[in-house]
Structures are given as structure tokens and as C-alpha cells.
């Protein structure tokens, strides 16, 4: 069997077994694709059927979640949890509240976790899970309330060594907390169940900074291998969220110019850049005052609001999608190599169309997968919960010298699997091959599970 035979039969058995879910297809065609040549060099991989096995879920809960708003109305909300993986570690991934949230997205991202973790080379599986709940226009009581009626069922499957939720879109440190605060009171216990928690409560420094961090360093390590870096650069970022806010801010000090931000109403374009002052207004508008991005082009007169867009039509060096899935499509990708962009950095999880990545590759930029270059997120969990584990906590110094060490590390892999013959290095492949085998090893390891 030659490799497009074995993705197209496997593919089309997992469509079959998993109809109406797009975007966990797409993930899974693309690691598929990555590894297919490493397993049909393996009989072993073969006959244990290791990667049918990786695309089941171990588990999947979903449960029903009810809450009453401050109208006194009851609603109720659809909440999940993916246990995708435990081969190397108690599963780890966010928890996404998002009105599009559904079985295939979280599928997808805790596919994409399994792998991403891996890449992190620290003992974590992988998991994901979420709710429907819009958290937009939600009092302070409605988002305390959803977030404690979330985990009255889902604590039951989730504990230090078992399952380890963390934030993602819609979940930062506020609701993270809510969580905690409930878990720990259904099951009076204090332990490190979460992360991205406050710094009072076991909370790590650099974890929410990690993951725009970890994906400018993972950025100028691929600039380095043709010897460039982010100074000098412009730079177009879409979101305006946790990990958007970093990569400006991170991108920034490395002497970018960032141009752009964006949230799902529409994008900003600073022709003067947004400086240092202006991001820390960002910081506020987005956090403190959970206002829209538009609001900076009031702010600052001389930038642009588009509606309705997205930043990929402006001239950047370096693109930095940093929102959602399938958000920079093959039209966008044509739009970005014609102005001249020669790096892409996902900061979100697979925000690039399986078309558009081809483009980048056709035109050999440098192009990376969120699973390598987002992982510094994940990454810096692991660190908190080794600090939980100690009860110790290390310096911001500290946490980000071994965050920058793992994104090292992990484009190292990147090269050492991506690397084609012409030298080009393909971080897609690269990342896969790298995530993959690990997590191969262990299951095969342990037995037929
Ligand atoms: P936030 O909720 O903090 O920010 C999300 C941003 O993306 C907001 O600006 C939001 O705009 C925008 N956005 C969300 N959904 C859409 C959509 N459907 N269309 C357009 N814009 C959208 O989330 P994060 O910054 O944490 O997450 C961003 C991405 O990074 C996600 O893909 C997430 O999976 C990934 N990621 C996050 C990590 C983390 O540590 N937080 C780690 C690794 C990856 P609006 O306000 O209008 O909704
Ligand atoms: O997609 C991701 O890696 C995250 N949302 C972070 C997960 C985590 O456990 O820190």
C-alpha cells in the first residue's frame, strides 16, 4: 500500500464512523497525511492498529447544563469533555465557551492536543472540552453561576492525576477561577485540578502571558534558520484576546511593528503601529471593560476599523493568526504571499484552510502549526502543575527561561522530522512526526488499551 492509499482508505473510514464532524476530519487528515510514510514502515504500528486507536475518543462526556439568569429565566447550555488520550499523561487541554462550540470542534482540538502536548516533552495527554455558553453580555453573577453548574457534573471526571482543564477561547483567568473555586468545594480538596490559576491560589507567573510569548520565540527561531529575526517587521495579527495580546505585546519588544488586531465583529489597522501605550489600552478595553476592538479606531483616529474582515489583506512580513480555526483561508494566503508576508506563526489551533497552508508550502515561506508553535501555553501549565505538585512556585524568570527552552526544543524537532531534501523544513510534518511518535511509543507499550 502506497501512503495516498492508506490516507484515503483511513479517511474514508473515519468519515464513515464520524459523519458531520468537518473540522475533526481536517485535523486528522493532516497528521494522517504527516505520518502515514512511519507507519507503513512499522508492522508493529500496523497490526496494533495504533492509529485507529489515537482517533477514538477514550472517553467523551457530555452532560446538560443548567443555570438561571439574572432575569430569573432558566437556560440551559450543552457542556463536554474530550478525554482524547492518557497514553503519556492525565489529559490536558482547555476548556472553550463559544457559541459554535459542538463535538466536532472540541474532537478536533483534543486530537490536536494529544499531539501538541507530546511536542512539550512533558508528561501530559491530551483533552479538551466546553460549552455552548456565550459568555459575551453575561453579568459577573451569570458567568460565576454557568461556570459552577459547569463543574457540579463535570468534577466527578476531573482530578490532578486524571483530567487537568485549563482556558481557551471564552475562559481566561475569571472563569478559570470560578471553576476551581467550585471544584475545590465539591471535592474539599485543594489541588492543582486547573491551571491558568490566580497567582494567590496556585496560580503560575508567565502562564497567561505564554502562549503569544512562546509563539514570538517559536517565530524567531524559524526567522533564525534564514537568518532573520522580528526586528524591523510589520506585523498582522488577528484576534484581540489572551494570545493575541501577548504575540503584540512579545513581538513587540523583539522590535515588530504589529499593525492589526481583530475580534469576530471586524479588524484594526495602526498605520503608525500599535505602540506599546496603545496595547496597553487593548489590555484594558479587552479585559477590564470586555469592550470591542473597534473602540480602538475612536481611541486612535488615525487607525482603521474594517467591519466584517480580516486583517490578511494588509502588507505584513509576518502573519500571526491568533483568534480561531479556518480563519485564514487559500484567498487570504494568495493576498498575503502577493504582499510580500514570509513567515506565518499560528498562535491559534489550526486557524490556517488545509488550501492555504498548501500555498505557503508552494511558495516555501516559513510556515508554522499552532500544535508547535502555540504549545508554549500548554507548556507553562505542565510548569504549574509540577509547582502545584511541589507546592512551590518558581520565578516569572524561571518560567520563562524553561518556556523559551521548550520552544527550542520543540523547533528542533520541528527541523529534525520537517526537514525535506531541497532543505526546506516542514513544520507541519515535522510537528506530527515528532508529536506522534511518542505517543505511538507508549501506547504500543502499553498494550492493546
Ligand atoms: P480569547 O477568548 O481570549 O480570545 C479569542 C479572540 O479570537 C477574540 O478576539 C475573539 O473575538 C476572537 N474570535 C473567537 N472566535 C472567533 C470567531 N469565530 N471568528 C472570529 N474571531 C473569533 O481566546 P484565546 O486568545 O485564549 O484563544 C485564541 C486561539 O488560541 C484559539 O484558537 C485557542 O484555541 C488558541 N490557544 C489558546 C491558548 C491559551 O493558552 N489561551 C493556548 C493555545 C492555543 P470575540 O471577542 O469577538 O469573540
Ligand atoms: O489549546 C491549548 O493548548 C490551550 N488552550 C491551553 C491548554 C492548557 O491546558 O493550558
Redo the contacts with the bound molecule.
Sequence with gaps: MNAKSYVDNFMNELVTKNPGEPEFHQAVREVVESVADYILESPQLMKMKVMERIVEPERVIMFRVPWVNDAGEVVINKGYRVQMNSAIGPY???VRFHASVNLSILKF?AFE?TF?NSLTTLPMGGGKGGSNFDPKGKSEMEIMRFCQSFITELYRHIGPDTD?????IGVGGREVAYMFGQYKRLSNEFTGTF??KGISFGGSLMRPEA?GYGACYFGEAMLATRGDSYKGKKVCISGSGNVAQFAAKKATELGATVMTMSDSNGYIYDPDGISPEKLQYIFQLKNVLRGRIREYANKYPTAKYVADARPWGEKCDIAMPCATQNELNGAEADMLLKNGCKCVVEGA?MPTTPDAIAKFQAAKILYSPGKAS??G??AT?GLEMSQNSMRLGWSAEEVDQRLRGIMSNIHSACVKYGTEPDGYINYVKGANISGFMKVADAMLAQGIV
Design positions: 490536558k487541554g482547555g482540538l492536543q501538541k487537568v482543564p485549563a482556558g481557551d491551571t491558568g502562549t489551533n502555540n504549545a501555553g500548554v501549565s
